[in-house]
């Protein structure tokens, strides 16, 4: 059994802390910026230092080939916009904004990397899963607690900056749906199914230990369960962790069937176990998450009443396709993504929340390809920076697949999940050779 190191475990929680952090980035009660925006600063304070100092050492400095691909991304994005804003005469600057986020997003990833290296020396992107499926979990327990006990629900909202729409909405859901810490509603749902997703990945690696399927199967259980009583799109990437762990590879390994099959046991006695103990012990828990139950399953629930899996969001949802009716917004868009520029308190642009048709409204369908690309480039450069394992590249396209799927209910942005299997930033060694990246953070 290894020994336990007390320096190595809490550098190992704070780590964990600045993944959590990243994942949700939550603004503070008096602090200027978000959580992740923090850690983009110091990222870009610890990229400085290290440049100067390789560069000091190496009189030499060349860019990354992934971090070029992401700079004509992002500036193919502000052109686009641009026209589109012009022509139409508008004012609404989201998406020339945009691209100043996604960089934030590149120095907080880096840093994530530099303290993940840190710690772990030479690192895959099974420990990105590890921190990743960890958080996520954790966000859902917070958030089952936040439901059960309102004074902690409290403390959680009072120590944060929430707009008056934001805290209006909360307040609507009180009582029926889980809310957790920087993690709610749509976005909450992305997050979960991509943590769903992940862990299939893990569960396909072939080495896994019997405590590590049990594990991972208690996370499954507890991130579907409960992340679909925050947000029900969380059910997509359960669907898809499932069908990915169904995908056989090119001959059938007993070991692995092994593997899924314990791992499928134990998802059916977990929730069963939890059932018996919460009724037997704790009946007026089981009634007061009664609600949110109702809610996160209602498709079931409506599916076992009148054999339609229809719910009052896909209801509203199917209202929301509200499509252009000239061919100059399908080319070009109408330059709007809220119906006041900036200020989401007045909803979306023709009240639509599908995301595929809010990109279109607001510059076209080259900017909807152009954004498309931009999410895409991050998943070629995930695959350039982790060659030669099939499970990961079946996973990362599983990934993109999640995203064209999700945008269909609401806007889905999977450029801060999907980067952090491809870092990329500045490197002060020429490479040993043309085809490999200059900084490649995902394996070293």
Do not use: W
Request: glycine share 6%; aromatic share 16%; proline share 4%.
């Amino acid at each position: 059994m290894p020994r336990f190191k007390p320096v190595k475990f809490i550098e190992k929680i704070l780590l964990f802390i600045c993944f959590f952090f990243y994942l949700y980035p939550v603004q503070f009660l008096y602090m200027p910026v978000s959580t992740r925006l923090l850690l983009a600063f110091t990222g870009l304070i610890v990229l400085v230092f290290t440049v100067t100092k390789q560069a000091n050492e190496a009189k030499d400095i060349f860019i990354s080939k992934n971090f070029i691909r992401y700079l004509l991304a992002f500036a193919a994005i502000i052109f686009i916009s641009a026209v589109s804003i012009i022509i139409n005469g508008t004012t609404d600057m989201e998406f020339i904004k945009y691209p100043l986020s996604l960089v934030f997003i590149l120095l907080a990833g880096y840093l994530l990397h530099f303290l993940t290296r840190k710690v772990y020396g030479k690192i895959n992107y099974i420990v990105i899963l590890d921190f990743i499926i960890a958080a996520v979990l954790v966000q859902v327990l917070i958030a089952l607690l936040a439901f059960m006990i309102p004074a902690f629900s409290e403390a959680l909202l009072h120590i944060q900056n929430f707009s008056s729409l934001e805290a209006s909405k909360l307040e609507s859901t009180t009582g029926f749906r889980l809310n957790g810490f920087g993690s709610t509603f749509f976005g909450a749902g992305v997050i979960n199914g991509f943590a769903l997703l992940s862990i299939a990945v893990m569960v396909k690696q072939p080495k896994i230990s019997g405590r590590r399927i049990l594990y991972l199967s208690f996370a499954f259980v507890a991130i579907l369960a409960l992340g679909a009583m925050m947000a029900r799109t969380t059910l997509v990437g359960g669907l898809m962790g499932i069908l990915f762990l169904f995908i056989p590879k090119t001959s059938i390994s007993k070991r692995m069937l092994k593997i899924k099959t314990k791992f499928f046991a134990y998802m059916l006695l977990i929730p069963s176990a939890i059932i018996v103990i919460v009724f037997a012990l704790f009946p007026s828990l089981a009634e007061s998450i009664e609600n949110a139950a109702a809610f996160g399953f209602e498709m079931f629930v409506n599916y076992s009443e009148t054999g339609s899996f229809s719910t009052a969001s896909t209801d509203i949802l199917e209202n929301m396709y509200v499509f252009p009716d000239n061919a100059k917004t399908y080319i070009i868009g109408d330059g709007h993504y809220y119906i006041k520029p900036g200020d989401p308190a007045y909803g979306y642009y023709k009240g639509t929340d599908v995301g595929y048709l809010r990109l279109i409204y607001y510059f076209g369908i080259a900017g909807l390809l152009i954004y498309l690309m931009l999410q895409y480039t991050a998943v070629i450069n995930a695959l350039k920076n982790n060659p030669g394992d099939n499970v990961f590249r079946i996973y990362i396209l599983f990934v993109f697949v999640l995203l064209l799927i999700n945008n269909l209910k609401g806007f889905t942005d999977l450029f801060f999940l999907i980067n952090l299997f491809a870092f990329t930033a500045i490197q002060s060694q020429r490479p040993k050779s043309e085809n490999s990246p200059l900084f490649a953070p995902g394996i070293q």
